[in-house]
């Protein structure tokens, strides 16, 4: 039977499902700690592997004897060295759509917040001298006003359902489905990145990290004076030097800030003391929900890849063809 090594601690459905498991004759060795270092002594046993966020290194797969899945507990896998994967014929597969919901409603969660300034609110509520605040009429309506979407995935289609039930109208930044052929009948593209900026009055990022910035000092120069970002998708897409200067000048009038460049971040950022950001712990994705979603599907990817049952679409390295049971 095979050894399955889990990384990082689950939802209580996923713990029941590896007794599950274990019952089948699975042998389990389940870490709760989130960090390479906690799994560096277990890997050279597991014939498959659950990762939550910590990075998975070349140096850590060289290790890995038996290995042939690594399943990430979630969609992102930037912290996973995927060359070396590829390298040694080790599939890496995603949970698929089980957190876009979760992420969507954050994202719209913190174009609200920002928008209406709610944590300028809740602070003038509770300083004894702050409650005139509400007379400076910071908050701002979001209906009527233009929503870029970067990244037209399922987030995106989600947050765009959300957003229209507001009343906003929504364009969509997306060049990989521009290449490949826009959705018909859907949110209208826009041509350009540079269009999209200088058209939105909010703007929310989903998107993968690339190896530079998406948005920098140029891209901020672009926007309308007091727009309004969201960014749930990862830190590194949106320059945190650049975004710290544009909100000190009003540029952005407003953020939510979900991920950072360093999680969490190792020392504080300069826009950490405004009451116009509103910052989370890299969350959109962990309700309890999407969490118990999440620890399911990941245990039964890597299951699922073992025995030859796994959905090829989850499986981000397809051109790899293993024993395991991938088909072309």
Same mark, same amino acid.
């Given at each position: 039977m095979?050894?399955l090594?889990?990384?990082?601690?689950?939802h209580?459905?996923?713990?029941?499902?590896?007794?599950?498991?274990?019952?089948?004759?699975?042998t389990?060795?389940?870490?709760h700690?989130?960090?390479?270092a906690?799994?560096?002594d277990?890997i050279?046993?597991?014939?498959a592997?659950?990762i939550?966020?910590?990075?998975l290194?070349?140096a850590?797969?060289?290790?890995?004897?038996?290995?042939?899945?690594?399943?990430?507990?979630g969609?992102?896998?930037?912290?996973?060295?995927?060359?070396?994967?590829n390298?040694?014929?080790?599939?890496?597969t995603?949970?698929?759509?089980?957190?876009?919901v979760?992420?969507?409603?954050?994202?719209?969660?913190?174009?609200?917040?920002?928008a209406?300034?709610?944590i300028?609110?809740?602070?003038?509520v509770?300083?004894?001298?702050?409650?005139?605040w509400?007379?400076?009429?910071?908050?701002?309506?979001?209906?009527?006003?233009?929503?870029?979407i970067?990244?037209?995935?399922?987030?995106?289609?989600?947050l765009?359902?959300?957003?229209?039930?507001?009343?906003?109208?929504i364009?969509?930044?997306?060049?990989?489905?521009?290449s490949q052929?826009?959705?018909?009948?859907?949110? =209208?593209?826009? #041509? /350009?990145?540079?269009? $999209?900026? &200088?058209w939105? +009055?909010?703007?929310?990022?989903h998107? %993968?990290?690339s190896d530079?910035?998406?948005?920098?000092?140029?891209?901020?120069?672009?926007?309308k004076?007091?727009v309004i970002l969201?960014?749930?998708?990862?830190?590194?897409?949106?320059c945190?030097?650049?975004?710290? =200067?544009?909100? #000190? /000048?009003?540029?952005? $009038?407003? &953020?939510?800030? +979900?991920?950072?460049?360093?999680?969490? %971040?190792?020392?504080p950022?300069?826009?950490?003391?405004?009451?116009?950001?509103?910052?989370?712990?890299?969350?959109?994705g962990?309700t309890?929900?999407?969490?118990?979603?999440?620890a399911?599907?990941?245990?039964?990817? =890597?299951?699922n890849?073992l025995?030859?049952?796994i959905?090829s679409?989850?499986v981000?390295?397809?051109q790899?063809?293993?024993?395991?049971?991938?088909?072309?």
């Amino acid at each position: 039977m095979p050894h399955l090594l889990i990384a990082g601690k689950l939802h209580p459905s996923g713990e029941a499902l590896l007794d599950t498991l274990r019952d089948r004759g699975v042998t389990i060795d389940y870490i709760h700690e989130v960090s390479e270092a906690s799994f560096a002594d277990k890997i050279h046993l597991a014939d498959a592997m659950v990762i939550r966020t910590q990075p998975l290194s070349a140096a850590s797969i060289a290790k890995a004897e038996r290995l042939k899945v690594v399943s990430r507990h979630g969609v992102g896998y930037d912290s996973v060295d995927l060359p070396a994967l590829n390298a040694r014929q080790i599939a890496l597969t995603v949970v698929g759509d089980v957190n876009s919901v979760s992420v969507a409603e954050h994202a719209m969660m913190q174009l609200l917040a920002a928008a209406k300034r709610a944590i300028a609110a809740d602070q003038s509520v509770r300083d004894p001298s702050g409650w005139n605040w509400r007379n400076r009429l910071e908050p701002r309506e979001i209906s009527g006003k233009n929503l870029l979407i970067i990244g037209y995935g399922r987030i995106g289609r989600h947050l765009a359902r959300m957003a229209g039930g507001f009343g906003m109208t929504i364009r969509a930044y997306d060049p990989y489905l521009l290449s490949q052929g826009w959705p018909e009948g859907d949110v =209208a593209p826009v #041509a /350009s990145l540079d269009q $999209g900026l &200088a058209w939105a +009055d909010f703007i929310s990022i989903h998107i %993968p990290k690339s190896d530079k910035p998406l948005l920098g000092a140029a891209e901020f120069a672009k926007m309308k004076d007091g727009v309004i970002l969201s960014n749930t998708a990862r830190g590194g897409i949106v320059c945190e030097v650049a975004l710290g =200067a544009a909100l #000190a /000048s009003g540029k952005v $009038g407003a &953020a939510g800030i +979900d991920v950072f460049d360093h999680e969490p %971040p190792t020392e504080p950022l300069p826009y950490f003391s405004q009451g116009n950001v509103v910052l989370s712990p890299h969350v959109a994705g962990l309700t309890n929900e999407c969490s118990e979603r999440m620890a399911i599907s990941a245990i039964e990817n =890597a299951m699922n890849f073992l025995d030859g049952t796994i959905d090829s679409s989850l499986v981000v390295n397809r051109q790899i063809l293993l024993q395991g049971g991938l088909s072309a």
